[in-house]
């Protein structure tokens, strides 16, 4: 999940005891953690149930900023939280535990990556470094430490096709890339601006796409050796397109969103030629905080507002609005898989 950091100045949050619960779309509450709708938004049901020794806790208060569904097994579940840590689930949500190390139970986490082909290899970014277990998450390792005080890491990502290539994008507007898991690291390119968002294309894994804060769109073809800017080409058509908050994908990486100010960009050639998607709401007009596709098929699209949940089963053409369950921010949107009807939705409270 991958959109710009704010760090609450509240980050470090108890847990509120209450239980999971099902409620319509026309309610509202105060609480934060995942929801989850299968009829687009009709219905909400609230995940989280926190066994303990003490009993059944909650994780019904806490500030999502991630969700990452394991790509090998559809009912595994990583949540990074603003605060809290991680929490993980292996039953899809219907229960959630903590990791045993230290390391991942407090603090804030930008971004889970799950090695696609070892389950018990995984990535974690905070804001200052990325640790890595390679024990499910009995113990971390930092693999990357930021080297100066102003730095500040944004997002992260894992090449799909050799999960030993990593990603990131930091506060400065460097590009870091690690060809080893990493062992080392080398900044490949710097923007000037900070780095909302970096994604390996699902399609062709030497594609990298970034997002930046105010200077556009940028794209690699060739694994990070060169890369093109496409602010002006596309201020030209789309106005404050400029200021990219990130990516969405298709499972094959055949449909890429780009979530802008300007609204919601589609490409169908690998990012080098852009559309606006036709929307509910006009150019700029409101924060779009995440958008999603059903992995398996460009046509049902999935956005949030900060009060309204978006769908559409044609591509665009028509669009069904439904509101939230809660009043925090909806910051994260994801899919499963395995049954595209589960969408899970992140909230988090932002500092105005």
């Known amino acids: 999940m991958k959109k710009t950091l704010f760090i609450s100045t509240g980050a470090v949050l108890s847990l509120v005891l209450l239980g999971a619960g099902c409620l319509s779309s026309s309610s509202t509450s105060a609480t934060g953690?995942?929801?989850?709708?299968?009829?687009?938004?009709?219905?909400?049901?609230?995940?989280?149930s926190l066994p303990q020794a003490s009993g059944v806790g909650s994780i019904a208060g806490v500030n999502i900023t991630d969700i990452e569904i394991d790509p090998e097994d559809a009912t595994v579940y990583y949540l990074a939280t603003d605060g809290n840590g991680i929490f993980y689930s292996y039953d899809a949500g219907t229960t959630w535990q903590r990791p045993d190390a230290v390391e991942g139970q407090s603090g804030t986490?930008?971004?889970?990556?799950?090695?696609?082909?070892?389950?018990?290899?995984?990535?974690?970014?905070?804001?200052?470094?990325?640790?890595?277990?390679?024990?499910?998450?009995?113990?971390?390792?930092?693999?990357y430490k930021i080297d100066q005080a102003d730095e500040y890491l944004?997002?992260?990502?894992?090449?799909?096709?050799?999960?030993?290539?990593?990603?990131?994008?930091n506060k400065q507007g460097a590009v870091g890339k690690s060809d080893n898991a990493g062992s080392t690291w080398s900044v490949v390119t710097r923007v000037n601006d900070e780095v909302n968002d970096v994604q390996v294309s699902k399609a062709d894994s030497r594609?990298?796409?970034?997002?930046?804060?105010?200077?556009?769109?940028?794209?690699?073809?060739?694994?990070?050796?060169?890369?093109?800017?496409?602010?002006?080409?596309?201020?030209?058509?789309?106005?404050?397109?400029?200021?990219?908050?990130?990516f969405a994908q298709t499972e094959d990486g055949t449909s890429v969103i780009m979530n802008t100010q300007y609204g919601l960009l589609i490409s169908v050639d690998n990012g080098q030629t852009w559309n606006a998607l036709s929307l509910i709401t006009a150019e700029g007009e409101v924060?779009?905080?995440?958008?999603?596709?059903?992995?398996?098929?460009?046509?049902?699209?999935?956005?949030?507002?900060?009060?309204?949940?978006?769908?559409?089963?044609?591509?665009?053409?028509?669009?069904?609005?439904?509101?939230?369950?809660?009043?925090?921010?909806?910051?994260?949107?994801?899919?499963?898989?395995?049954?595209?009807?589960?969408?899970?939705?992140?909230?988090?409270?932002?500092?105005?």
């Open 287 to 352: 924060r779009i905080w995440d958008v999603a596709f059903a992995p398996h098929d460009a046509s049902a699209i999935y956005y949030t507002t900060a009060s309204t949940f978006y769908s559409t089963s044609t591509g665009g053409q028509s669009w069904v609005t439904e509101s939230l369950p809660t009043s925090r921010t909806p910051y994260v949107i994801d899919v499963n898989p395995k049954d595209m009807s589960r969408v899970l939705v992140g909230f988090r409270a932002m500092d105005k």
């Open 154 to 169: 944004l997002s992260f990502d894992i090449d799909w096709y050799n999960p030993n290539i990593l990603w990131f994008g």
């Open 33 to 48: 953690g995942v929801w989850q709708t299968t009829d687009n938004g009709g219905n909400w049901t609230q995940l989280a």
């Open 207 to 246: 594609i990298i796409y970034v997002a930046t804060d105010s200077k556009g769109f940028f794209r690699s073809t060739d694994g990070g050796i060169t890369w093109i800017e496409f602010e002006d080409d596309l201020k030209k058509q789309f106005k404050k397109s400029d200021e990219v908050y990130g």
């Open 109 to 143: 986490i930008l971004d889970i990556e799950v090695d696609p082909r070892n389950v018990c290899t995984v990535y974690v970014a905070t804001p200052s470094n990325i640790m890595k277990t390679t024990d499910c998450m009995r113990s971390f390792s930092v693999i």
